[in-house]
């Protein structure tokens, strides 16, 4: 009696667990194989998977079209997709990088985990690109799956009370599956950057300058190195500006 209570127990939590077929994301776009432009994984190639909606409206901005209704009709801007169709489509390539960005992806983390696992299981690394406003689920620590934070500074014209959420930053930093990516747009705000990442315990702090043209984004690292190498961070330069300017899809 006790094993059957036990296969039925793991039956049971395996139905409640298992995705269901029909989960959908609401998604902006997806491309490539491209190149990650930022962070860690710079310059390697990969998937982009691109979520609708923000829960921020950061001045600068590159990707709109996901959250402001002011200029753009986000219904004719975002799709409801089948994650099972997501999988397909990424798998359907020999690309081993997927990035799930956004808009905030982890809006709708509830099926994050269904789009995912299967990735994961097949061998490819993750990487969930987050504000770092909202909390991961526990299913989305798991090894191969690692978060590039970008928690906004005040030149995101933004207060601190909504940018910065203490328990979410906390629980990524605690995770040890993330990494902090900073925009700046000056070398003065490496000082908040440098509160931010000690009120939180952020280890991993990578630098960028803002822009979305070739000649703001050199300039801006140009600007920024001496100052990045003297506090011991990384400074990532973005790549797909560099190399294709502000055109969508790369």
């Given amino acids: 009696m006790g ?3 036990s296969q039925s127990h793991n039956l049971i939590a395996t139905k409640m667990s298992a995705p269901s077929r029909a989960a959908t994301l609401l998604i902006a776009e997806r491309f490539g194989p491209t190149l990650q432009g930022e962070g860690p994984s710079i310059g390697q190639p990969a998937l982009f998977i691109r979520l609708s ?4 409206s950061c001045t600068w901005c590159d990707t709109p079209y996901t959250w402001d209704t002011k200029r753009f009709d986000l219904r004719q801007q975002s799709d409801r997709v089948l994650v099972t169709d997501l999988v397909t489509w990424a798998l359907d390539h020999p690309v081993t990088l997927i990035v799930i960005t956004g808009g905030e992806p982890l809006l ?5 985990s269904a789009l995912t696992e299967p990735l994961l299981q097949a061998g490819r690394r993750v990487e969930i690109e987050t504000n770092g406003t909202v909390a991961p689920d526990p299913a ?7 978060f590039n934070v970008s928690p906004k500074l005040a030149n995101a014209g933004l207060s601190s009370d909504m940018r910065l959420k203490a328990a979410a930053l906390e629980t990524l930093a605690a995770s040890g599956r993330a990494v902090f990516k900073f925009v700046a747009c000056d070398v003065a705000d490496l000082d ?3 509160e931010i990442a000690e009120r939180f315990s952020m280890k991993q702090v990578w630098v960028m300058p803002e822009g979305v043209t070739p000649d703001d984004v050199l300039g801006g690292a140009l600007a920024l190195a001496e100052a990045v190498i003297a506090r011991g961070w990384s400074l990532s330069p973005r790549l797909h500006v560099l190399l ?7």
């Fill in 53 to 56: 909606r923000c829960n921020l």
């Fill in 3 to 5: 094993t059957l209570h």
């Fill in 140 to 146: 989305l620590l798991v090894d191969g799956l690692r």
């Fill in 108 to 112: 709708q983390q509830r099926h994050l």
């Fill in 192 to 194: 908040e950057i440098a």
């Fill in 244 to 250: 294709w300017g502000d055109e969508r899809g790369r």
